[in-house]
């Protein structure tokens, strides 16, 4: 079965054919990357504008990639939320149109799901599994025991990992989204050389904070001048990525203890640091589990993982009507009511 995906949460457009829910037939990703990086954020407005200019050709893109046509589409998955209310109405009503011309059953897919099931891409995994989500917008512990199976069971209590690498790159002096500039400059420094604070470490919960630890990187920024290219600014780097992912794992190394679960999935834009990527494998090899990661092109932002779950609703007969509509806020483990 043939299924068109299209993500357009944040400020990536992304369209994707996507066979049996494994096979990736194309996966077109129009980044605005460049364009955000003059305002050193997101502005939803010129999002959305950009999503609309882009989303047309983004799916015929996709579609000659994947030397299909339309005819041979099955169903249409999209992001339905969470993300930019503009930016996710520009993909829904993209599916809607297709959806309602070809009369094509239409799924709403939970972009943080899409995230833990982009290592299905590559990789057969059975459940349950634990999974890390570490985005921009989140950084969340979840049991996954099915599609649609999803608890809860640590979160974020302010910044997210991955907003807290693109605001420690602001206050150095990089442009935005700097996490992997920072990976970049940590890999030539010493993350023993400063000692910032592992927010929460200790604290016997899985939730994270991240925001005092951008504090601390601003205080110290104040006090220690850290020149452009220079053995300061990497060391910088280092010692904040390892205090980021130190607090990862261990938070991690809670869960998959607590749960007895032996399979581990990391996921979303911050899994391409390279640090974390070392420190999860060192982790899993330590206690004895399954690891995956997927590929850095499945761990940002695209459409190919939505088709993994979306193939599995719509086997299932689990599909929306064309009332579907943004949900710009949307916690996970409401989609339990979807499976019965
Ligand atoms: O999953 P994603 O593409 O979009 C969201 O759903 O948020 O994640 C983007 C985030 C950004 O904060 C970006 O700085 C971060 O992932 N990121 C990284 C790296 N590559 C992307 N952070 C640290 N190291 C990297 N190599
Ligand atoms: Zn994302």
Redesign the pocket.
């Known amino acids: 079965m043939n299924l068109l995906a299209i993500e357009s ?2 400020d ?1 457009t992304s369209a994707a054919v996507v066979q049996d829910g494994t096979r990736v037939l194309s996966n077109i990703i129009a980044s605005q990357e460049a364009i955000h990086s003059v305002y050193g954020g997101v502005v939803p407005e010129i999002a959305s504008r950009r999503h609309l200019e882009v989303v047309l050709p983004v799916v015929e893109e996709a579609l000659s990639r994947a030397a299909v046509s339309l005819d041979s589409i099955e169903g249409i998955a999209v992001t339905q939320g969470p993300g930019l209310a503009g930016s996710l109405l520009v993909g829904i009503s993209m599916a809607k149109a297709l959806a309602y011309a070809r009369n094509l059953p239409l799924v709403g897919i939970h ?1 943080i799901e899409g ?1 833990f099931f982009a290592s299905f891409l590559e990789h057969r995994i059975t459940f349950p599994f634990i999974a890390l989500v570490v ?4 950084t969340h512990l979840y049991r996954v025991d099915g599609v649609g199976r999803y608890t809860t069971l640590g979160q974020t209590r302010d910044d ?4 807290a ?2 605001k420690v ?1 602001k206050i150095i002096g990089l442009p935005y ?4 500039l ?2 970049k400059l940590a890999s030539r420094g010493n993350p023993d050389s400063i000692r910032f604070p592992r927010p929460l470490l200790h604290d016997g919960s899985y939730n994270f904070s991240f925001s005092g630890l951008k504090t601390a990187v601003m205080q110290f920024v104040r006090k220690n001048p850290v020149p452009a290219e220079s053995e300061a600014l990497y060391d910088l780097c280092a010692s904040f990525q390892a205090a980021v992912c130190e607090v990862l794992v261990e938070k991690t190394r809670a869960a998959v203890r607590d749960t007895g679960i032996e399979r581990l999935v990391v996921a ?3 899994a ?3 640090g ?1 990527r070392s420190s999860m494998s060192s982790f899993a090899r330590e206690v004895g589990i399954e690891l995956y990661i997927p590929s ?1 092109v499945f ?3 695209n459409a190919a993982m939505l088709g993994v779950p979306a193939d599995f609703y719509v086997r299932n007969g689990i599909c929306d009507g064309l009332g579907l509509d943004a949900r710009t806020v949307w916690s996970l483990d409401s989609l339990a009511g979807r499976i019965r």
């Open positions: 949460s944040c990536e972009h995230h985005s921009g917008g989140h997210a990992a991955g907003e690498f693109d790159a989204p700097g996490g992997a920072i990976d979303g834009g911050v391409c640091n390279s974390l850095p761990c940002t932002d």
